[in-house]
T-cell receptor, first 113, second 112 residues
Framework: DTEVTQTPKHLVMGMTNKKSLKCEQHMGHRAMYWYKQKAKKPPELMFV???????INESVPSRFSPECPNSSLLNLHLHALQPEDSALYLC????????????FGPGTRLTVT | GESVGLHLPTLSVQEGDNSIINCAYS??????FIWYKQESGKGPQFIID?????DKRQGQRVTVLLNKTVKHLSLQIAATQPGDSAVYFC???????????FGKGTMLLVSP
């Protein structure tokens, strides 16, 4: 199974809502990533987990809170988002931290109203 | 800061032609250069990578060339097919940071 799954596919939330994005992989990968991608732009790294520990936080605002419950799951908790946070949120995994080959999920299309 | 960039935002080719997608980089500390393909509605998909100590690497229908003298990377796709239509991103890995930085992307449009 070389698939990374993400739920939900689409999410619309108000600025006062709390929601969570979920990501799952069963490839035994030890590194997992969250990226944000705006339309017609490249993915931008947000967070990196290595062996279930937060390894890198690219100065992401605290309204985004990542969580890695186990080696297969990665969550992104959202609270008090702004309209400019609307984007495609991509999860990826790789065998180890920094591996050039990352496996991406299809993303969650988030709209903040 | 240093970044990876592309010369052409859109490339249109006919089916069966060879395609060349270019990328300029500026970070001399990068030890890997990678090409990803992103189809509409999907996440990026790894195509091929090349270490900084190499100048050419071939895959199935794809070839990546690295010219460190002019800091230039290219992806050649042979016999381009409609299924190759996508946005192509180059990316670089900083050897000290172990994360990928993606370039701006080129849209490849293949017409039958």
């Amino acid at each position: 199974d070389t698939e990374v799954t993400q739920t939900p596919k689409h999410l619309v939330m108000g600025m006062t809502n709390k929601k969570s994005l979920k990501c799952e992989q069963h490839m035994g990968h030890r590194a997992m990533y969250w990226y944000k991608q705006k339309a017609k732009k490249p993915p931008e790294l947000m967070f990196v987990y290595s062996y279930e520990k937060l390894s890198i936080n690219e100065s992401v605002p605290s309204r985004f809170s990542p969580e890695c419950p186990n080696s297969s799951l990665l969550n992104l908790h959202l609270h008090a988002l702004q309209p400019e946070d609307s984007a495609l949120y991509l999860c990826a995994s790789s065998q180890g931290l920094g591996a050039p080959e990352q496996y991406f999920g299809p993303g969650t299309r988030l709209t903040v109203t | 800061g240093e970044s990876v960039g592309l010369h052409l935002p859109t490339l249109s080719v006919q089916e069966g032609d060879n395609s060349i997608i270019n990328c300029a980089y500026s970070n001399s500390a990068s030890d890997y250069f990678i090409w990803y393909k992103q189809e509409s509605g999907k996440g990026p998909q790894f195509i091929i990578d090349i270490r900084s100590n190499m100048d050419k690497r071939q895959g199935q229908r794809v070839t990546v060339l690295l010219n460190k003298t002019v800091k230039h990377l290219s992806l050649q796709i042979a016999a381009t097919q409609p299924g190759d239509s996508a946005v192509y991103f180059c990316a670089e890995r900083n050897s000290g940071y172990s994360t990928l930085t993606f370039g701006k992307g080129t849209m490849l449009l293949v017409s039958p």
